[in-house]
């Protein structure tokens, strides 16, 4: 008895969203893999670029990972692009071919 005289007057809470449904990460040979060179705005650091990659923030950093281990290279993932330090770029799409991917080198 004591819920059928309550209300809500105010509430801070927002209202209840729908749960969004995430896309699903395509498979690895759907994706096509870019590895370029950067050198402008590094202090004359040469860095592999990988781009293309569909994935989640978390599946990026162990793709990453496991390529700075493959490697012996540092690296980090900026905006959905992962760096690797130093012209890494055939052995970074060996590995990524490895691994399932349509990778090719950009750049010259």
Same mark, same amino acid.
């Given at each position: 008895?004591? $819920?059928?005289?309550?209300?809500?007057?105010?509430?801070? $809470?927002?209202?209840?969203?729908?749960?969004?449904?995430?896309?699903?990460?395509?498979?690895?040979?759907?994706?096509?893999?870019?590895?370029?060179?950067?050198?402008?705005?590094?202090?004359?650091?040469?860095?592999?670029?990988?781009?293309?990659?569909?994935?989640?923030?978390?599946?990026?950093?162990?793709?990453?990972?496991?390529?700075?281990?493959?490697?012996?290279?540092?690296?980090?993932?900026?905006?959905?692009?992962?760096?690797?330090?130093? $012209?890494?770029?055939?052995?970074?799409?060996?590995?990524?071919?490895?691994?399932?991917?349509?990778?090719?080198?950009?750049?010259?």
């Amino acid at each position: 008895m004591a $819920d059928q005289n309550r209300r809500v007057v105010y509430s801070t $809470d927002p209202e209840p969203e729908a749960p969004v449904a995430r896309p699903k990460t395509p498979p690895p040979r759907q994706q096509q893999v870019r590895v370029g060179l950067e050198r402008k705005g590094r202090g004359g650091k040469t860095v592999s670029l990988v781009t293309g990659v569909t994935a989640t923030p978390a599946e990026l950093e162990k793709l990453c990972k496991l390529l700075k281990n493959r490697l012996g290279a540092g690296g980090a993932v900026k905006e959905q692009v992962i760096e690797i330090q130093g $012209d890494q770029r055939d052995k970074i799409v060996a590995i990524l071919e490895e691994l399932g991917y349509q990778a090719k080198k950009a750049g010259g």
